[in-house]
């Protein structure tokens, strides 16, 4: 299933991820000043900051991840979390809604149904 847009806990868990890689790329750049120990330190500790602070997004996200609502997606019938009032489902990107006031507003039924084919 090919998805653009991904609900706010995949994408700040992607960036969690990414954070991950660019650490270890850092610290892989680092070795290559061997020759230097205070350069070489220097993108050892970058690096290691970078998986640090990816530990505490992801420690993030399970902190986020209790106060979602969960609902079960009208779209595709998968239980899917919402974050804050406006979220995508996790599983088929249907905009969903826990705010009465937005509804009919910027994700109404009628919108949905466009944007799908
Ligand atoms: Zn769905």
């Given amino acids: 299933m090919a998805k653009k847009y991904s609900s706010k806990i ?3 868990r992607s960036f969690a991820l990414g954070l991950i890689f660019i650490g270890f790329i850092i610290m892989y750049i680092g070795i290559f000043f061997k020759n230097h120990p205070l350069v070489m330190t220097i993108f050892m500790l970058l690096g290691l900051l970078a998986i640090v602070a990816s530990t505490f997004i992801y420690f993030w ?4 991840s209790t106060k979602a609502v969960q609902v079960v997606c009208p779209n595709c019938g998968k239980p899917t979390k919402i974050l804050g009032r406006v979220d995508m489902c996790m599983y088929c990107r249907e905009p969903l809604t826990i705010d009465p006031n937005l509804e ?3 994700f109404d039924e009628k919108y949905n149904r466009k944007s799908r084919k």
């Fill in 10 to 12: 995949n994408k700040i």
């Fill in 61 to 64: 996200i399970g902190m986020l």
């Fill in 104 to 106: 009919g507003v910027e």
